[in-house]
């Protein structure tokens, strides 16, 4: 099922993007938690908005990468060229991606662990007045794998334009479309929460409304049902790429 | 010899009369075979086919007698591909896409590697990115070559290198079917199928036109003997008295060309004894020329 040559590969040729997206996302959150001036908005903007904007951008990018542009370029010969099968192809690649992802939110993870042991923040300094105690780090993990389970999902359906289409610019241009409005909608919703009247409705033109780090630090169990959604929209988009991958013709 | 390659009245159809209809031929163990055709007559999307990235629309093919659709990995533990397009994935160097390679492979024999690259004078450690289009053809060359495939399919595989290197790349086509290589290549440079196919299938857009073995281009087909004379007078004799067919007339340089076969060549010798010649050179019958006289000419009826 896994090819690990083609892992390997996968590695290499994404390890760029994937450490920049990575870094920045790290020193992101060690800036918003160590800073005073900015600590108070650690969850609107950067794990509002960040969490899903800059792992948006690598899943767009990579999972056209590990396919469509493949087969656009005519590299993808030279794997199919080796007994390698198409649907190992789609799984590893497929792999790849939901792995580097979960690297990715772990590196976030641990950096904030530790930032926040180091400094600790009481939620109601976080802008949740109602709320007693501080940022524990067991909500940073739920949070941050709330975050994951919807970057996944993402991540899913951008492999699966990549998986359908054998050119990169029908597999960009709707995976950039997807993602845009996805993150968009999502922002746009989070103002309709903060008070801006009819904008909450956008909550419902996103798959960023499954991510719910409310529902984690009033210490509810929503996020949890949340997280089945964006989990399933994953595997039936992972699943439909891979099938019309397997199919379709290949110009190499 | 069982086939190795079969092709079984298998139809591709792209529209607007692109694509391949109704091929059907084999290749059997041992035996190199070359396709002919001009841009876009059907000579990758063939390869394609056996390479199992295009579904035909109707009629199969089989490399081994495994399914190219069903079976692709089976076949691909035996298959070495040239593609005609050549990109190489995002991985630096030239190493390390070899090394990759051979993992994907299971290549062991890392010295092989190294001969293959150096009989092309290739530097795998440049980057793949600023590799000129000579260097990329070396390196999926050195790709194709180094697990000794039992099928080697090569979609003109001599593209971007120098004659030297067109030499080299014959001489290890020659040596992979004398230990027992089967071989499909595409090409539009005559020379290297003339030095290397056993048969030669002719397509044109998209259509099978014809398939010569090289025995039949050899022995049944006339060669071209160009004679040189010394004065006007001998060259116009030769011509008004002569026997033999005569192809191609040059006043201007007192030359002509006459075609004749084996049978005829004792006619031609006596007939040139009676003139003072000035020269006689002997044209091999190449691909070249058939192409020419059938496909150009119309020459010959299309099978």
Known sequence: ?252 | MPDMIKVSNMTKDYGEGKGIFDFDFSVKQGECFGIVGTNGSGKTTTLRHLMGFLKPDSGSCSVMGLDCLKDTKEIMKNVGYVPGEIDFPDVGSGTSFLKIQAEFLGVKDKEYIKKLADMFGLDTDAPLKRMSKGMKQKTALVAAFMAHPKVLLLDEPSTGLDPLMRDTLIELILSEKAHGATILMSSHIFKELDDTADRVLFIENGIQKDIVTKSELCDELPSLYRLGFKSDDDYDSFIRKTHLSVEHESRGNLHIDIAADSSQLGILFGEMSRYDMRYMKFKPFTLERYYTEVFEKGGRKSA
């Open chain 1, 1 to 252: 099922m896994l090819s690990l040559p083609l892992l390997k590969q996968s590695i290499k040729s994404n390890s760029v993007m994937w450490g920049s997206m990575t870094g920045v996302m790290t020193l992101l959150c060690v800036q918003f938690s160590m800073l005073d001036m900015t600590r108070s908005m650690l969850f609107t903007i950067f794990y509002g908005m960040m969490t899903t904007i800059l792992p948006g951008i690598y899943v767009l990018v990579t999972s056209n990468k590990l396919l469509a542009s493949q087969v656009d370029r005519g590299s993808m010969a030279y794997v199919l060229a080796t007994p390698t099968k198409r649907t190992t192809v789609t799984f590893t690649q497929a792999f790849y991606l939901v792995n580097s992802l979960i690297a990715m939110f772990g590196i976030l993870t641990l950096a904030h662990l530790a930032c926040n042991a180091a400094k600790p923040i009481t939620l109601g300094e976080l802008g949740f007045m109602g709320l007693q105690g501080d940022l524990t780090s067991k909500m940073i993990m739920q949070v941050n794998l709330s975050a994951l389970m919807v970057c996944i999902a993402l991540a899913a359906v951008c492999f699966m334009f990549s998986g359908i289409f054998s050119s990169t610019k029908y597999s960009i241009g709707l995976s950039g479309t997807f993602i845009g409005v996805s993150i968009l909608a999502n922002m746009l919703a989070m103002f309709g929460n903060l008070g801006v009247e009819g904008l909450d409705k956008f909550k419902y033109l996103t798959v960023c409304t499954f991510y719910d780090y409310n529902s984690v630090l009033t210490g509810g169990n929503e996020w949890i049902t949340k997280m089945i959604f964006p989990a399933a929209i994953a595997l039936v988009a992972f699943g439909l790429g891979e099938l019309v991958f397997k199919k379709k013709d290949l110009p190499l």
